[in-house]
């Protein structure tokens, strides 16, 4: 008898400690959630308008150029910013886990401050430095003889700008992971390679490079999802522009949604979306037995 | 003796190296902090000097009779009162995880559910949410931009995987002893699970100090502006109100960088376990 009211107590208790989550979870995920594919189906227009119109916003977007070349382009940039998103925070944690530095905290801090950084206001310092007319960055080409690059007219240079901002506010968090992953090395391994008489860049290759791969696998999951749904940063930069050679998904979402009033269109397209997030994050939690490591 | 030498050699050259990274990364907010010294007439006009030739603080006197001390009033309630929140929740609900999870069947499927909030990116669903705060009269509320997103499944697993860790004799104990479940929790545990709270602190700080896209759509008002939306409203359409960005840029990286400096160790140090989402 005991035993069963003690039961009750407990499952009580437990419904009492997780009902703020739950409740606050449902209400701003898994409603919206639900809206989200509500939506889909209508012609809302954020107002008054919400008639149920079938499949036809999804029939809409799949034969829509714009959709494709949005998607297109992101994964692009996606892709293309992958090699620096591992190469960069590998190489600085390889050079701050090195035994010859000096000054080895001032140097860490240094590169992670930008990371504290709003993606908005990271956008805003890069894109400083590339002004088109009176930037540091051309300033500095002309000052060696070569001519001024349009870095806010053209639009592979204006990827390249964002790019750069990109790497730079996420190359110290990345390179937290790797130095991490360094760490964790045994010792004794590079020891017994420096008998063998390897040298140390043989050693960066042969022992640190292969045995890093799960963080290695764990930077590519996360900068995937970071940079296919980078925003923000681009609002600091170039508003999705020139034309819209740097507009991205979550952009082309709200332009949709909030700017052309179309929140049905909006959330098909989000729905859609959201399947290649979902692919990505089983994988992530298959790799990581749910999640644990990350 | 040739081998010391080298040694040598080899610090001055990875010194070198590494002081070469961390001045690159932190050239652009030097760049950007000389610059916002400097008067318009000095920001476009070549040639380029590092240090303000004619140092003048009319930038942030501007932003400060444009409301700045609203908008950080506004960013800090935002930061505070958000924080409060969802340290409080998610350390109830991932304490709640881990210690009733041999004695309630179904808390791995309540932990399940807190894991859809991984699967797919909050801006996906930003419309839908924006529906909701709408619905619920919190448009042009601050309130609208907090409640959405207090719950995070980063500070609940992080709570639920550090009590998981400590023994449940130690609950067992607390109710032997008479102890309400709740007086367990404040009392007992929560002190234990201190490491995680100073961590969890700090990043939920920066993430809503940081945050953008919430604000941008549900605060409409300027008094209800938020630093960042501040900033952002100095990009318009027509062109770019440079004296006033870099000046608001340089006040809004401030507070966080002074935080980070102070409570360092424990941001480098609970970051690898943390995740990034916000």
Redo the contacts between chains.
């Keep these: 008898m005991k035993k069963r009211q003690q039961a009750f107590c407990h499952t009580r208790s437990f419904w009492m400690f997780v009902i703020p989550s739950l409740a606050l979870f449902g209400v701003f995920f898994l409603l919206p959630l639900g809206l989200s594919i509500w939506f889909s189906f209508t012609n809302y227009d954020g107002w008054k308008t919400m008639e149920f119109i079938g499949l036809k916003n999804y029939r809409d977007i799949l034969t829509n150029g714009d959709f494709y070349k949005t998607v297109w382009r992101t994964i692009v940039y996606t892709v293309c910013n992958l090699p620096f998103k591992i190469a960069i925070p590998l190489l600085l944690a390889a050079l701050v886990t090195s035994k010859s530095l000096r000054g080895t905290t001032l140097v860490r801090t240094l590169v992670y401050i930008p990371v504290l950084f709003s993606a908005l206001v990271a956008g805003i310092t890069i894109n400083w430095m590339f002004g088109q007319e009176y930037g540091l960055i051309n300033y500095l080409l002309q000052k060696i003889g070569v001519d001024p690059l349009q870095w806010s007219l053209n639009p592979v240079l204006a990827t390249v700008v964002i790019s750069v901002a990109s790497n730079w506010i996420s190359a110290g968090y990345y390179m937290l992971l790797y130095v991490g992953g360094i760490n964790n090395i045994s010792k004794e391994l590079y020891e017994a390679a420096s008998v063998d008489g390897a040298k140390k860049t043989q050693a960066f290759f042969r022992i640190t490079l292969p045995l890093l791969m799960p963080t290695t696998f764990i930077v590519l999951l996360l900068s995937t999802v970071n940079l296919l749904k980078e925003y923000a940063l681009v609002q600091g930069i170039s508003l999705g522009g020139p034309g819209s050679s740097t507009t991205y998904i979550v952009q082309y979402i709200f332009d949709q949604g909030f700017n052309q009033y179309r929140y049905g269109y909006a959330s098909a397209a989000g729905v859609i979306i959201s399947i290649l997030f979902i692919v990505i994050a089983m994988v992530q939690f298959r790799a990581t037995k749910g999640g644990g490591e990350v | 003796m040739e081998g010391a030498g080298k ?1 040598k050699l ?2 001055c ?3 070198i ?3 070469a ?3 690159l ?2 050239f ?2 030097i ?2 902090c000389f ?1 916002s010294f400097k008067p318009s007439s000095e ?6 000097h590092l240090f303000p030739q004619d140092p003048d603080g009319s930038a942030y006197q501007g932003v400060v009779e444009d409301g700045l001390f609203t908008y950080v009033k506004n960013s800090l309630f935002l930061a505070v009162v958000g924080t409060l929140i969802t340290v ?3 350390a ?2 991932g ?3 881990a210690i ?1 999870r041999k ?2 069947s179904y ?1 791995n499927k ?1 932990f399940a ?20 705060v709408s619905e619920m009269g919190l448009y042009n509320n601050i309130w609208g931009c907090i ?5 995070t499944t980063t500070g ?2 992080m709570y639920r ?1 550090h009590y998981m860790s400590i023994p449940l004799e130690l609950v067992e104990s607390g109710r032997l002893d008479g102890a309400s ?2 007086h367990i ?1 404040r009392a007992l545990m929560l002190p234990l699970g201190s490491s995680v709270t100073i961590t969890l602190t700090i990043f939920s700080f ?1 993430w809503r ?5 919430l604000p941008l ?1 549900v605060l409409s008002d300027q008094e209800n502006f938020t630093i ?1 939306i501040a ?2 409203s100095y ?1 318009g359409t027509m062109g770019v109100d ?1 004296n006033s ?2 000046a608001a ?1 340089i006040l ?2 401030i507070p ?2 002074v935080i ?2 102070v409570l ?1 160790r424990y941001i ?1 140090g609970g ?2 376990a943390s ?2 989402k916000g």
């Design positions: 040694r080899e610090v050259l990875v010194t190296l590494g002081m990274a961390a001045l990364m932190i652009p907010i760049w950007l610059s920001l476009f006009a070549y040639p380029l409080g929740i998610s109830m609900c304490y709640a995880l009733y004695e309630i808390v309540v559910v807190f894991l859809l909030g991984t699967l797919i990116p909050g801006e996906i669903l930003t419309i839908a949410q924006f529906t909701v409640l959405p997103v207090v719950t609940i697993f995987q479940e709740f929790f920066m100090w940081n945050d953008y896209i759509m960042q900033i952002k990009i440079w960005i870099l840029s809004s990286i966080i960088i980070f400096i360092q480098t970051l690898a995740g990034v």
